[in-house]
T-cell receptor
Framework: EDQVTQSPEALRLQEGESSSLNCSYT??????LFWYRQDPGKGPEFLFTLYSAGEEKEKERLKATLTKKESFLHITAPKPEDSATYLC?????????????FGKGTLLTVNP | EAQVTQNPRYLITVTGKKLTVTCSQNMNHEYMSWYRQDPGLGLRQIYYSMNVEVTDKGDVPEGYKVSRKEKRNFPLILESPSPNQTSLYFC????????????????FGPGTRLLVL
């Protein structure tokens, strides 16, 4: 069964203090790894899709990377508006339902 | 604006009173899915639909029904709600996952918070 573990569960940063969030996964054939951002009371908002080991994608202060076992979401010089829960999900080739298997998320708080 | 909408956004009900949560998307997506989000458990798939009239169970289907009579709509039905169905529900949609080898992005609705007393 596909599994996703995110760490840390919560991270508190000062504005401008760069850091990384980790997503470890096991999947029977990776179809894709997704990063979403979720604000309180809202639905997950798509950030990135990564397909294969070695791939990197960037968007503003965020950069996602992928290896065969884990993905990192690097946050460079974060701002308070980056505060949110960041969710990692995988889609494997093992089933026919194309479901996303989610981790429990990392709650990021950026203090001004 | 491309979006997934859900109604109602908040609902308080009592045990056994049938309810329906609607989901609609305007992106002409073939694939639609329902998830529930619970503290400490993350998001889990309830049901999914590959296209009109094609639905199947996800990981936690007990106590739920769905239908897909039109491409844009995918309602979630709780015929006899129980307190353990108190949760935050999300509908998601994407282009057909069978179109290409690469995964299609699933776009999520704003969520429906359900409390069953």
């Amino acid at each position: 069964e596909d599994q996703v573990t995110q760490s840390p569960e919560a991270l508190r940063l000062q504005e401008g203090e760069s850091s990384s969030l980790n997503c470890s996964y096991t999947v029977s054939g990776l179809r894709g790894l997704f990063w979403y951002r979720q604000d309180p009371g809202k639905g997950p908002e798509f950030l990135f899709t990564l397909y294969s080991a070695g791939e990197e994608k960037e968007k503003e202060r965020l950069k996602a990377t992928l290896t065969k076992k884990e993905s990192f979401l690097h946050i460079t010089a974060p701002k308070p508006e980056d505060s949110a829960t960041y969710l990692c999900a995988v889609q494997g080739n093992g089933g026919s339902n194309y479901k996303l298997t989610f981790g429990k998320g990392t709650l990021l708080t950026v203090n001004p | 604006e491309a979006q997934v909408t859900q109604n109602p956004r908040y609902l308080i009900t009592v045990t056994g009173k049938k309810l329906t949560v609607t989901c609609s998307q305007n992106m002409n997506h073939e694939y639609m899915s329902w998830y529930r989000q619970d503290p400490g458990l993350g998001l889990r798939q309830i049901y999914y639909s590959m296209n009109v009239e094609v639905t199947d169970k996800g990981d936690v289907p007990e106590g739920y029904k769905v239908s897909r009579k039109e491409k844009r709509n995918f309602p979630l039905i709780l015929e006899s709600p129980s307190p353990n169905q108190t949760s935050l529900y999300f509908c998601a949609s994407s282009l057909s996952p069978e179109r290409t080898m690469n995964p299609e992005t699933q776009y999520f609705g704003p969520g429906t918070r359900l409390l069953v007393l």
